[in-house]
């Protein structure tokens, strides 16, 4: 992509190590992606004509976008990768193998992409636009912040790798059917192969012009102009790349919206990097007008199957736009630009997912690609405004809901910001905070990495940050503001393990170049970001994932400082007014959640001198990544990460980076328990110490019972896994009238108030640490507080809060004890995706079982007659090869890469994606 944009001269490619995005040492030796990167680059859009997409073009097809592009990791254990840029993008690109189809991997980064849950996906789902242009601010509906998740993203899926043996495109698009739960996928465009041994780059005419008018490449013209041998394979045959294709080769593709034919060249492998040798060629197939089938000639297959595959688009489309319905009803073809602009409203409606073909290293499909990108995917005016919560730090105002505490409220209009920018807030109607449109700077930290002599400050700390509104400069001052991220009280949050202030402000000491690897500095205009883009920040000490960045439009410009005195005032008067009112000066987005690791090694360093510095190392790595976590007990430092390979990194970047050697102990992985059955004490259990010359003495009432967890990723699908919570501890009212509270009053509100009840919870959260079978950590555990007393009452326990504390802790733990039994203890399981010969399929099996893991489904592959036997998603990964589905528990497959090459011979491969802890009978 970046190669055709003209940002570098030839295209990198993972096997030669020499690609932009993948820079890192370890991405280059691995040949995968590690980290997430971000480029920027300009596309001159084909495609635009005057009115189509919103757009204001001269249909001269020499318009320019803008594309901001962040690619992300796809193995499982980089998931937070994906997390955190999903929650800044506004649409994305779903890379699916062409042989492979939908893997374990491809899910994940579905289920980020498409998920409603707070903290994965910044935008409003309140609903869906139902117009082109949603720039005037009409996305912000009242709902009082109740009920609303996170807006997914709209996608198209680009089918890669057709010039691998064994590829077969309709295969691939119905594993996303069946496998990425809503997708549905419909053929933009249809693969064409070259059977024989014709040359793509000899053609029958010598027409020939530039590029123009509707295409990227030598435009061929109308009628019988394609090469010989010239085969189209539709998405619903799913045989023709058996023996019919055999001594074929992936060639091009037709596009269904142009009904035209784009064939790129055979190039040689010292020139597929070139993109002067890559330019393809366009035939228009529409020149043969109504011609009948048997007078089509030689490319009367690929033309057939090109008018079959556009009404099968068109029927689908009809399904979700009355125009395209009624084209369908009476079977008329509909124009280009009607069909253009129904396929995008689908696609940003997320009623279906358009599906590309190509082979990017071959060069080929990747401008439809672009151009696809530039037709279908939204713009930041066509998203809806970020969620946001209010941050209060006036705890002692009643309608405050206390110090740090937020509260999910709607994105409001900031009425003296649209005043300043003109004259009248009526004049340009209500535009909401965080729109692009909306002057006051509203941006979301989603990544920070450190590298030394770039950052500007001790560690070389780079933020990289989405600006959702406003305008961000260097030497701009902004106040920065944290969201409550549960399960972030350790060290994964602040620089050294220090505790930060959630409301402070820091200048902007610079602007970094997005060009994946490379980071130069950017001065005068160029380090200037402008709403709905990404930059590189340097200078900011304390950011970290998932703060917000705010400045108010009164903070910039050249107005007199008595009209910024002015402004400030209206924000003020404008904050008091509503206890629901988000200004630029108290908003919060939600940040950036992570997954919770699974799998945990013992580091040292090999001296005790290194040992300092290898904690300085992990606290920084533990700010980069916050799926890392570092625990020190005593004189061992214990790592877990997510899974063996994103350990394998993270020791590699210590030695690279860091230059230490480190010593790593044997995994293990992360066990929880959970009770089982309800757990009660026999009303209150007295609790009477003395500790020096201090008695402590008070008395609890407790009930223990299962937290269902709500986040499974199948939901309905009969097994037992689900995903790790922590412990909640919630308050009855017993306790609240005991010490004189409302009974409405909330538990969180209830926790800031009282230090009697922050004792009690932090007692119970304490002894929850350590469950009674195997000494883990409990999850999915609710503890209700029933009933508390105490001999002095309430002043008793006012004087001496560590009293109610250890009580609570002491009991708890001791019922749990005495209950054991009625305790579960929980163990990571992997969804597994195993491939290998079909003669070799029971001995894979035998495997799996002697390691307790589950068959869930065995797809044999493909006969000798070309005929699959694996029913409605027979995706065999090769005609001789078979595919395993499972779930298997982490322990039992350490190192299974090892035994599974031992068992067949070399030729298996598998990937394994966490699924969620279920319950262990084997320790």
Known sequence: MIALAGIVHRAGSVDGGNTVTDFLPAERERGITIQSAAIKFGWKWHNSSAGDNGNDGDGDGDDEVTIQLIDTPGHVDFSVEVNRSVAVLDGAVLVVDAVAGVQAQTETVWRAMTSTKVRMNNHDNTGAHE??????????????????????????????????????????????QYKLPGANPVAMQIPLFQVGSSSTTTTTTSTSSDSGGGGEGRNKGGGRYLPGNILAVPPT???????????GHFVGVVD????????????????????????????????????????????????????QARQDLIASLADHDEGMEEYFLLEEDPPTEELRRALRHATMKRKIVPVMAGAALKGKGVEPLLDGMADLLPSPLHRNSPVLSRHDENSNNKNHTGKGKQKKVNATTCKPALESASGSASATGSIPFGNPLHPSLLALAFKVVHMKGR???????????????????????????????????????????????????????????????????????????????????????????GDTLLLPSNHQGSSSKGKKKKKKQNFEQDDKSSEFELTPQNA???????????LTVRVE????????????????????????????????????GLGELHIEVVVDRLQREYGLSVWIGKPSVAYREQVRDVIETNGLVDYDRTVGNTRMQARVHLRLEPLSSHDN????????????????????????????????????????????????????????????????????????????????????????????????????????????????????????????????????????????????????????????????????????????????????????ASTLRSITAGEGAFSAEYKGHSACDHL
């Open 713 to 896: 990723h199948d939901e309905g699908d009969g097994d037992n896994c689900m995903l790790p919570m922590d412990p909640v501890v919630t308050i009855g009212s017993k306790v609240k009238k005991f010490l004189g509270f409302n009974d409405e009053i909330s538990d969180e509100k209830l926790a800031l108030q009282s230090d009697i009840i922050h004792a009690l919870i932090s007692g119970c959260k304490g002894a929850m640490k350590r469950g009674p079978n195997g000494g883990y950590e409990m999850a999915n555990t609710q503890c209700h507080i029933i009933d508390i007393d105490a001999e002095g009452g309430v002043p008793a326990l006012s004087a001496l809060p560590g009293a109610i504390r250890a009580a609570s802790a002491t009991i708890l733990t001791s019922t749990l004890m005495e209950q054991k039994q009625s305790c579960a203890v929980l163990e990571p399981t992997m969804s597994v995706e195993v491939s290998a010969p079909s003669d070799m399929v029971g001995a894979v099996l035998s495997d799996m079982t002697s390691r307790r893991g589950t068959i869930g489904e065995v797809v044999m592959g493909n006969n000798d007659d070309g005929t699959g036997t694996g029913g409605s998603i027979d995706v065999a990964l090769a005609q001789s090869k078979a595919l395993m589905h499972g779930q298997v528990p982490l322990a039992e497959i350490l190192g299974y």
């Open 588 to 598: 919060c987005l939600d940040g950036v959640g992570s997954p919770k690791p699974v």
């Open 131 to 176: 117009k082109k242009n949603d720039n005037n601010g009409e996305n912000g509906g009242h709902n009082g912040g109740r009920g609303r998740g996170h807006e997914p993203l709209p996608c198209i899926a680009f089918i890669n790798k057709m010039d691998k043996e064994g590829c077969n495109f309709g295969q691939a698009m119905k594993t996303i």
């Open 605 to 640: 360093a090999e001296s005790a001198e290194q040992q300092s510095a290898l904690i300085q190392a992990l606290h920084l790595l533990v700010v980069e990544d916050p799926s890392l976590k570092v625990e020190e007990t005593g004189a061992v430092t214990l790592l877990s």
């Open 455 to 545: 950052g500007g400050s001790g560690d070389g700390r780079v933020v990289f940050a989405r600006i959702y509104s406003g305008i961000l400069k260097t030497g701009d001052n902004v106040q920065i503001m944290s969201p409550d991220v549960p399960g972030t009280e350790n060290m994964n949050s602040r620089k050294g393990g220090q505790k930060m202030e959630k409301v402070r402000t820091e200048r902007v000491g610079g602007m970094l170049e997005l060009a994946g690897g490379r980071f130069d500095t950017l001065t005068g205009d160029d380090a200037i970001c402008y709403s709905g883009e990404v930059c590189a920040l340097v200078g900011l000490k304390s950011v970290v994932t």
């Open 256 to 307: 269904l919206i142009e009904m035209r034919a784009v064939i790129w060249p055979d190039v040689t492998s010292s020139s597929v990097n070139d993109v002067e040798e890559c330019i393809p060629d366009i035939y228009n197939l529409n020149g043969n007008g109504d011609i009948q089938e048997g007078e089509l000639g030689e490319e009367g297959q690929v033309i057939t199957a090109a008018r």
């Open 237 to 247: 045959d799913l045989t023709m790349n058996g023996e019919a294709l055999a001594n």
